[in-house]
């Protein structure tokens, strides 16, 4: 645990690596020294079917970076980790795109350890 997931839209697709792009979110799990990296699963899906807004600028994408963790990581590890993913993104989209071509968000969900089961 955690699971770090990263979406983009498949109008980006010649624009980076995402096997690259996801070795280095993993990078921003690893500076923190607080997670066990063997334990880091990221995945990548590109999104064939997506819409941004009314679909009025169709050439429009987003990136978005889901990461489940535990509730018992602090919050002040959140925030950091969450900074820093966002960061790795904007390195990778923002010399080619403004925030209204492409969107980047990072997202925290928590995973409650009672509820969540591996074996």
């Given at each position: 645990m955690p699971n770090l997931t990263l979406q983009y839209t498949a109008n980006l697709t010649n624009q980076f690596v995402p096997t690259e792009l996801l070795g280095r979110l993993h990078g921003a799990f690893a500076a923190t020294g607080q997670f066990a990296m063997n334990d880091v699963k990221g995945r990548v899906i590109r999104l064939d079917q997506f819409q941004?807004?009314?679909?009025?600028?169709?050439?429009?994408?987003f990136v978005h970076v889901i990461v489940a963790t535990m509730t018992t990581r602090s919050e002040a590890l959140k925030k950091e980790l969450g900074q820093a993913l966002l960061e790795e993104l904007k390195k990778t989209f923002r010399d080619k795109f403004d925030a209204e071509a492409c969107q980047l968000r990072v997202e925290i969900v928590p995973i409650d350890p009672a509820f969540?089961?591996?074996g």
């Open positions: 941004v807004g009314l679909n009025e600028a169709p050439d429009k994408s969540y089961f591996a």
